[in-house]
Each structure stands twice: as C-alpha cells, then as structure tokens.
C-alpha cells in the first residue's frame, strides 16, 4: 500500500438530498448517529466526510469491500479499522483531521501516523493578545519567542496554528488523548514561511528537551489560511530506527484534493435509506454567526 494524503473542502461541499441520503447510507450506523447529533451543519459535514475518507481509503487501498468494513475505536477515541487484514499491512496506519474548511486523512504502510489540521482565523471574541494569554501554557517560551517574533497579529496568529497543529499532529499519533502536557514537545519551526502546495519536513520536535530523530513532521499549506501537519513516527513493536523505515522512502506526497464523487465512487451502502437524515440535516445552522462574523 502506498501512501496517501487526502483532502475534501467540507465546507464548499452543498449536499442535496440525494448526496446527503447516500452518504449517511455509506457509514455505520452509530458514525451516523454521531453526525447526526452535532449542532451546526458545518459540523455535521466534516465529520461526515471524515468517515467517508476513512472508508475510501480501507475500500480502495486495502482491498476490503465498503460495507464489510468494521471501524471501532479506541479508548481514547482514535478511529481504528477492526477487521483482520493480511501480514504484509500489519503496520498499517491512518489518521483523519477537520477543521476550517477541509476534512483531511493521511496514511502510511509502515509508521505511526498522526495528522492535524488548522485555520487561521481571528478569535471568536476578544483581542489575540487577550487570546494568547489564555493559551499561554499551551507552548514554551522558545515557542511563544518565534510566534510573538511575526510581523503582525495576524501572521502571529498564523504560527499559532501551526505550532497548534504541529503538536496535535503527535499527539494523534502517539493516541494519548488528552492529558498530555503540552510543554514537554517543543517545535523549532522551519522554514517560518510556507509556500501553498509545497511539503515542508525541516521541523524537528523536542520531547522533555532532547531532539527526538525517530520523529518527522511534514508540513503543507493547502491555500492561504489552512495548515497541515503530518507526524511519522516509529511503529510500535518495531526495533529499527525511524531513519531505517524512511530509507526507501519516496518524494513527499501532496494532498490531492476530492470532490464529493471521488468521495464515494467504491461506496457501497450500508444501512437502508432514512429520509429523516436529510430533514435532520436541513434543520441545522451552518456555524455559529459569532464565527461566520469573525472569520477573515
């Protein structure tokens, strides 16, 4: 299996009744019940296409017919896939991140993987000084150096979210969850300036202060405001070094963007067709206005 980074503009997606019908027809039933639950449209969406990537992905790469696949997860909420799969993708990985405008997966063959991402946008309420003091136990102060360095409050905000979507990045592979104190990993950003559709690896991360070489991070820029990380990191149970796994590694692969038929061109339904979902759908907001009126 190679692998594979995906991205679906949840956001630009306008479902009809059709689409929507279908694509609740093409998850389990509690993924549905899920969706279904969430407040805002926006929301509903993401999460949605989430799964969707998640299935695509197992259908196609794995060769497991769509509505045999059985998705569970764990204790800390990590999606896993539970069917048996063959030796030869024993390490197998996958992550999957919404936010902003894009649902976005990312998999690999052999490494522990972990995907974040993150739109830079003005916060909900107050000034970004008043905003970084409240997160301000969340990063170092090298960190908080490199993102207080940037020209303006807005290109601060941007390497905010980076940063915030470096550190997501690891702990989603590492599957902890929360409670991991955010200050034992420290990210040396580089370059500080990303060019949209180009993938970055020159970062490195500290763990309790020591440089941690079995840990790569790739970084992107899917267009102006939205920022992906990618951490790859030894499998468990595997003796040899990180630099040893990545030694046939290939070019570093861009995210290719799907539409909504790429989305579900294996699917195949499984569950019956609940006219309900759609009018569940339509009732919802899209987002809440406080955020409609604040994103830049």
């Not at 949840?10 to 639950?37: K, S």
């Not at 919404?98 to 000034?127: C, F, N, R, W």
């Not at 020209?151 to 940063?163: I, K, S, V």
């Amino acid at each position: 299996m190679e692998r594979v980074r995906w991205a679906f503009p949840c956001a630009a997606w306008r479902p009809g009744r059709q689409d929507w019908l279908l694509a609740a027809r093409l998850v389990q039933p509690e993924e549905r019940d899920r969706v279904r639950q969430l407040v805002f449209a926006r929301d509903a969406k993401a999460a949605l296409a989430g799964r969707l990537l998640i299935r695509k992905l197992i259908a196609e790469k794995l060769w497991i017919p769509w509505n045999e696949i059985v998705l569970q997860r764990t204790s800390k909420g990590k999606p896993f896939l539970a069917n048996s799969i063959s030796s030869i993708h024993s390490n197998f990985n996958f992550n999957v991140s919404h936010q902003g405008d894009y649902a976005v997966l990312a998999a690999e063959p052999e490494l522990q993987v972990g995907i974040d991402i993150m739109k830079t946008s003005l916060p909900g309420s107050g000034s970004v000084p008043d905003f970084f003091r409240i997160m301000k136990r969340q990063f170092t102060d090298a960190e908080w150096g490199v993102i207080e360095s940037m020209n303006n409050e807005w290109m601060q905000l941007d390497m905010f979210y980076r940063h915030w979507a470096l550190k997501e990045s690891f702990i989603k592979a590492i599957g902890i969850g929360l409670g991991f104190n955010l200050q034992r990993i420290e990210f040396n950003a580089s370059p500080l300036k990303l060019e949209v559709g180009k993938v970055y690896k020159e970062t490195k991360m500290l763990l309790d202060g020591d440089e941690e070489e079995e840990w790569t991070f790739e970084e992107t820029r899917l267009d102006d405001h939205h920022h992906v990380a990618v951490a790859l990191g030894k499998p468990k149970g595997i003796g040899q070094k990180h630099s040893e796994v990545l030694s046939t590694e290939l070019t570093q692969p861009q995210f290719t963007v799907l539409t909504f038929e790429d989305l579900v061109a294996s699917g195949i339904p499984v569950s019956p067709e609940d006219p309900a979902q759609w009018d569940i759908f339509c009732s919802k907001q899209e987002c809440p206005a406080r955020q409609s009126s604040h994103s830049r």
